[in-house]
């Protein structure tokens, strides 16, 4: 980005906002609001459309929000998040289908594989910096995948893992009723959204905001950048791993896809559609990015050209995501109408 | 079951005949790896933009072939129409569209690429149908193949192996020796001092990409004979050349050289030793490359 | 009390450090000067743990910090500013300070809080008036001044509270004017703070006026110190200065 | 990079955003099925590598489509194909599966996707309890287990232990005859490649107990070089070759073992061959590959399977592939099923179809039954025989026996633990 940019957007910083807590319970708030109206929204709306597509928005929604956490908010660009997706969806998938644990411990003991795999992998990878931190997590990704494909007994290979992933209800949720899992995965979204918020805008926020603006001047006010940088490389993986979980729960299955590098493409892709400089800019993102998938592929055979012309459209017509678009936009408006604060 | 057959590998690297064999389609395989990698390579060495759609020239640079030498029943005719056919994608595409996002957020120009990856493929699929096609061998080379040191060598491999070479030592000579060269390099260095100079930029980045496509497509034209031809095909072939440039070093022509040569000897030889895990093979390979050594083993460290 | 003792680094055989040993009293202010490659930003990097030594120490108040990491130095109070404003570009001033305080406060990593912490604010604010960066707390960091952005470095450096503060060429790149008024600066910040510090610096018409200590590097080795006019009449000093451009114009 | 930071609206506006785009696109799409017409909803492969394998599906099922429409439709019903891409991913094709029958209305799923969708619209199926007709996967699991068995979901495509019993017998039958001892096996690595393969071996060594494999080769599904697999082949001198390549990969390896003159040095049985889509792509065929039948207009030869496949080639100026034989018994199918339960219900038609045997061109004997007890496709016409370079491509096909193919699969069903 420019620095043209920059000199326009910025509203101060109030002082006021050195009180913090109202604005975190505010944000609590809203996550409430926004679960409320999510969860009542299938009485309204009849189509089940509507409910597949808020699935998949949440699945979809925690993996390109937690990487924007690496892309956006640390400057590590991951061309590997899918794997943790893929972990995630196996991961519970694999739990169900062989031990048969309660749904919340399979989740649960899912996130502390993610966990572990994600500390090993990104102790390794995070040493590295820009582009070639970009292809050592692509390469581990492909480990993964390839990993998946060739270790058939537990994985099923490339047919994934077949006979459904069983739901057995607890605490009388049945996510085997769908509207169950719509409203857990609303849950899971909100919840999820509401702590990456958190995370972007706690301290620990701003130290990787410092790293992805300078990482050597960081480590000179004393940031032990690897730690920080492995830390919300786990903490990303985490949300993805939640992500996966519930595309698991939503087909039913995992699929070898969801380890794939089109996955982590697709984050990217999503990132950069909804813009990476605002935290619900990947939100955004999503719901654009799956509007356009189901719209397009409904609407004719060639939806690789019609898709790749409206990426042409952002990234050559507007040059960034929507929401970046649109808040410059909003700032130069304002400041246009000399209300500068 | 671990994919393991150490006794086949063993007991190839103990024959003349298997060596010679597997050493020569390892670097079948590598040549035409090569040829795309390269281009990749230089791509990213002077416009410093990882050329996501470079699998596209690649498929592009096959079709053509094929339907030139439908028509034509010309088998130069068709490595000439598939590498400059693809040439002059490669500069549609570098002046109509990629030179617009330069200096935008990096990530803009892979969108760039994957926008031009999903339209490239369909487009392709429009124009020759979405069924996999094949070029057929032409007469001159339906010959039997021929035995060296008691290997086994297709006549057709040793022209595919020569034009690569030829291309990789005519592109080095030409970077070091010739005067656009030495500007394609400077331009690699610093930019700034280029169009200080008053040589157009803009000139030598679309021939930079206009090069890059030709190679891609003349790798596409080589393969044309002996790979089917479907929307799609520059995809693994993408993914192989985008380690061979990472394991080489981007932005390296030795390097995407040795590294093409690596990645089809590992090939040729994983697949006696591990059948089932040879791709595996290539990605540990490029992890354990990028950490000891992230800027590939002939990359220069980037200040 | 800042000792360096017998430090030594060297690149492929050349020395850049030669067997350095230097004391540096508290409260005290030094400027380092020397001829281009003289070594002294590698022998700033050595100190802060930019770079390993091959040997030697480096004692703060008696404790080895050589072949620490620049995050475990900057903890023992070894502060620094770079040659070129090394700042977060996208961060307000603001943020700046108290996001570095709330680092010094061992509070980079806290999740559950928001930021910014209200116990890193009078030190942030204090470090603002300091640098005369108050003003401007709401300005994003890229759309300061050079000179504003050199202030904003420093401001990073001593809001962490060091012992010793290191300045590498704090009037790099400003006109004369503007030099002056940084000068000044520093020395304001120095009698204020009562700390250590160490900067380097090509103009000697700066360093002879302000510096009470100087120490001249060439070829990685101390030529001498001493106080100004020691140094101004010192013959190998002057033949170094020379003989430097004489081997500048020489290579060119 | 410099960052704009969010102004307080921007939360608020987003969420809006959010729920207006969501307001938008639910609303126009609420589908409802009418009384007149049935939807079918097909997900399958349009795009991307395999498409081929979605467009000759879709032809195969809307020349059928015709055909019943003309007649009258699903009881009474006119049938309207609501077909869509699934791009290949599986977890693509489970949504495309879902939205076609929650918001476009269809009643009735034909899945044409290859075998991991194929596994994933099952899930959809037993979710919803729509009635499905796989067409395309010929995994074995998906019908033979009796995990995956549900009452709604049906097989009309081949199956892969059918193929290999027949394979089996017949190359043993040619091992014996010249003393093919030593054998080589190339198939690609996933489960169809693995399965088939391990499965073709086991009858194989079965019939001709003194074979032994000596080398395996797993290239990777669509991997563009085969030529350090070709080498590996040639290393190892076996005296015959099985492979269950297919499609373009087949064709590349045909392409690439042709010039080290592979097809002159040993046997080769490549199960998938005699597929036009392979047969007339290959520009130098080599002769006396021996195959299994895929779809191939000259077997069986009755008028009634030469009339199809020229009526295909009619409409769509290609030849019809093994998925078009597939998905056109599924529409035949239905169509009988449901004049048989006089009714286009679902539940109804699934119970009209439990062991429905109907006339087809594509029968070993003129009929095709869909065998109650696991839901899938048996008495189509199966059988090997060799290549020559052109029409008709595969003279001769020696049949292979049902009566044995039920046996072995028993048994083998038993050994599975299926049964």
Redesign the interface.
């Known amino acids: 980005m420019t620095e043209l940019q920059a000199e326009q957007g910025t509203p101060a910083l109030d002082v006021s906002r050195v009180e913090a807590k109202p604005r975190r319970n505010r944000d609590a708030l809203i996550a409430l609001a926004v679960f409320v109206v999510l969860a009542l929204l299938p009485m309204v709306f009849s189509s089940k459309l509507l409910l597949d597509f808020v699935i998949r928005c949440a699945a979809y929604g925690l993996f390109a929000t937690s990487l924007n956490l690496l892309v956006g908010y640390t400057g590590l660009t991951s061309f590997g998040h899918g794997m943790f997706f893929g972990l995630g969806a196996y991961g519970f998938g694999l739990m169900m289908q062989k031990t048969g644990v309660p749904i919340p411990v399979a989740f649960v003991a899912t996130l502390a594989i993610t966990f572990g795999v994600a500390l090993v992998i990104g102790a390794i990878c995070v040493r590295l910096k820009e582009i070639y931190f970009a292809f050592v997590t692509l390469a581990f990704q492909m480990l993964i995948h390839s990993t998946i494909l060739s270790w058939v007994s537990l994985t099923g290979g490339d047919q994934g893992l077949r006979g459904g992933i069983p739901r057995p209800s607890f605490w009388g949720i049945d996510l085997s009723n769908h509207l169950h899992l719509y409203v857990m995965s609303c849950a899971l979204l909100v919840i999820g959204l509401l702590l990456m918020c958190q995370i972007a805008q706690s301290p620990f926020g701003y130290t990787l905001r410092m790293i992805r603006d300078n990482a050597t001047r960081a480590s000179f006010i004393g940031i032990d950048v690897w730690r920080a940088k492995l830390t919300i490389f786990v903490l990303a993986a985490l949300f993805a791993s939640t992500g996966g979980i519930i595309m698991a729960l939503f087909v039913s299955g995992a699929y070898p896809e969801f380890a794939y590098w089109t996955m982590s493409g697709e984050g990217i892709f999503i990132n950069m559609l909804g813009g990476v400089t605002t935290f619900l800019g990947p939100m955004v993102g999503t719901v654009l990015f799956l509007v356009l998938n189901d719209t397009v592929t409904r609407l004719t055979d060639y939806h690789g050209l019609v898709l790749g012309i409206v990426i042409l459209f952002f990234a050559i017509g507007l040059r960034k995501g929507l929401m970046d678009f649109v808040i410059e936009w909003y700032a130069q408006r304002r400041n246009g109408r000399g209300e500068r604060d | 079951m671990l994919p393991l057959d150490l006794d086949a590998l063993t007991g190839c690297l103990a024959s003349s005949a298997c060596l010679v064999t597997q050493t020569t389609s390892g670097f079948i395989i590598g040549m035409l790896l090569f040829l795309v990698a390269v281009g990749l390579t230089l791509i990213f060495g002077v416009l410093k933009v990882v050329n996501f759609s470079h699998g596209a020239f690649y498929m592009f640079g096959a079709y053509f072939a094929m339907t030139t030498y439908q028509f034509s029943g010309s088998f130069a005719l068709a490595m000439l129409c598939g590498a400059a056919g693809t040439a002059i994608i490669g500069l549609i595409f570098e002046r109509g569209f990629m030179s617009r996002v330069y200096g935008a957020d990096v990530l803009m120009q892979l969108l760039v690429c994957y926008a031009f990856v999903l339209i490239f493929d369909d487009v392709v699929r429009m124009i020759w149908g979405p069924e996999f096609k094949s070029m057929g061998m032409p007469a001159a080379f339906q010959v039997a193949p021929l035995f060296i040191a008691g290997g086994v060598v297709p006549p057709y491999y040793l022209l595919l192996i020569g034009v690569a070479l030829a291309a990789a030592v005519v592109l080095g000579l030409g970077l070091v020796r010739t005067r656009i060269g030495k500007v394609i390099r400077a331009a690699a260095h610093n930019p700034g001092m280029v169009s200080a100079l008053g040589i157009n930029t803009g000139l030598i980045y679309g021939g930079v990409f206009a090069l890059g496509g030709m190679l891609a497509g003349l790798a596409g034209a080589l393969a044309a004979p002996v790979r089917s031809l479907t929307p799609g095909m520059g995809f693994s072939v993408l993914i192989e050349s985008f380690i061979v440039t990472v394991i080489g070093g981007m932005g390296s022509i030795l390097g995407a050289l040795i590294g093409a040569l690596l990645i089809g000897l590992i090939r040729s030889f994983g697949s006696l030793g591990f059948p089932l895990f040879t791709e595996g093979l290539m990605y540990l390979f490029m992890v354990i490359v990028l950490v000891s050594r992230p800027t590939g083993l002939f990359g220069r460290e980037v200040a | 009390m800042l000792q360096i003792r017998s430090l030594s680094k060297s690149f492929g055989g050349v020395k850049a450090t030669d067997n350095v040993t230097l004391d540096f009293v508290d409260g005290s202010l030094t400027a380092v000067i020397g001829p281009n490659g003289a070594g002294k930003s590698t022998f700033f990097n050595l100190i802060?743990g930019?770079l390993r030594p091959d040997a030697g120490q480096i004692l703060l108040n008696g404790v080895d910090l050589a072949g620490r990491?620049?995050?475990e130095i900057?903890?023992h109070g070894i502060?620094?500013a770079?040659q070129v404003a090394?700042?977060?570009?996208?961060?307000?001033v603001?943020?700046t300070m108290?996001?570095?305080v709330?680092?010094?406060q061992r509070?980079?990593?806290?999740?559950?809080?928001?930021?910014?912490?209200?116990e890193t604010?009078d030190r942030a604010e204090h470090a603002m008036e300091l640098l005369g960066l108050a003003g401007k707390?709401?300005r994003?960091a890229?759309?300061l001044s050079h000179g504003d952005q050199k202030l904003l470095d420093i401001a990073?450096?001593l809001v962490?509270d060091p012992k010793v503060l290191l300045l590498d060429e704090p009037t790099a790149g400003m006109g004369t004017e503007e030099r002056w008024r940084m000068i000044d600066k520093v020395r304001e910040l120095w009698e204020k703070q009562k700390i250590t510090v160490v900067f380097i610096e090509h103009d000697m018409d700066i360093v002879f006026k302000i510096a009470p200590d100087i120490v001249v590097l060439c070829y990685g080795r101390i030529l001498t110190t001493g106080a100004p006019d020691a140094i101004r009449r010192n013959e190998a000093v002057i033949e170094a200065y020379l003989g430097a451009e004489h081997h500048a114009e020489a290579g060119a | 990079m410099t960052r704009t930071r969010k102004p307080g609206v921007s939360r608020r506006a987003t969420l809006a955003m959010m729920g207006a785009g969501a307001v938008t696109f639910a609303t126009p799409w609420v589908g409802r099925a009418q009384a007149k017409t049935i939807k079918i909803g097909m997900p399958t492969i349009l795009s991307g590598r395999v498409a081929q394998l979605g467009t000759s599906s879709r032809n195969a099922v809307m020349l059928e489509i015709a055909k019943v429409n003309a007649a009258g439709g699903l009881a009474g019903r006119t049938i309207e194909m609501v077909i869509r891409d699934s791009k290949g991913q599986p977890q693509e094709a489970a949504r495309v599966a879902r939205e076609l029958v929650n918001t476009d209305g269809c009643e009735i799923l034909i899945d044409a996707e290859a075998s991991s969708g194929a596994f994933a619209v099952h899930e959809v199926a037993r979710d919803l309890g729509v009635l499905c007709i796989h067409t395309n996967s010929e995994t074995s699991a998906l019908t033979a287990d009796p995990k995956q068995h549900i009452p709604n979901a049906f097989r009309t495509a081949r199956q892969g232990v059918h193929d290999s019993i027949v394979g089996g017998s017949y190359a043993a039958a040619i091992a014996k005859a010249k003393g093919l001892k030593k054998w080589a096996t190339c198939s690609p690595d996933y489960a169809y490649g693995r399965d088939t393969t391990a499965e073709y071996v086991t009858y194989l060594k079965r019939f001709a107990p003194d074979v032994e494999i000596i080398s395996e080769s797993w290239p990777k599904l669509f991997q563009p070089d085969y030529t350090e697999v070709v080498t590996k082949i040639l290393q190892a001198k076996p005296q015959a070759l099985y492979s269950c390549l297919w499609g373009g990969d087949l064709t590349s390896y045909i392409d690439q073992a042709n010039i080290y003159a592979l097809f002159s040095q040993m046997e080769v049985f490549a199960v998938n061959m005699a597929d036009y889509t392979a047969l007339t792509v290959v520009k130098n065929l080599p002769k006396g590959i021996h195959s299994g039948n895929r779809y191939i207009k000259t077997y069986p030869a009755t008028p009634e399977n030469a009339a199809w496949g020229d009526a295909y080639k009619a409409k769509y100026n290609e030849y019809p592939t093994n998925w078009s034989w597939e998905n056109a018994t599924a529409i035949m199918l239905l169509a009988e099923a449901s004049k048989k339960a006089n009714s286009a219900d679902g539940k109804k038609v699934a119970e009209a179809l439990r062991g429905l045997k109907i006339k087809s061109p594509f029968g070993a004997d003129g009929t095709v039954t869909m065998r109650a007890e696991d839901q899938t496709l048996v008495g189509y016409a199966i059988g090997w025989g060799t290549t020559i370079p052109q029409e008709p491509y595969v003279p001769q096909v020696q049949a292979g026996d049902w009566k044995t193919i039920f046996e072995l699969e028993a048994e083998w069903k038993k050994s599975k633990g299926y049964a």
């Open positions: 802060t930019a990491t620049p995050p900057v903890r502060g620094r770079f090394s700042i977060f570009p996208s961060l307000t603001q943020e108290l996001a570095a709330c680092t010094d509070k980079a990593g806290v999740l559950y809080r928001r930021f910014p912490l209200a604010r707390r709401n994003v890229a759309t990073l450096a962490l």
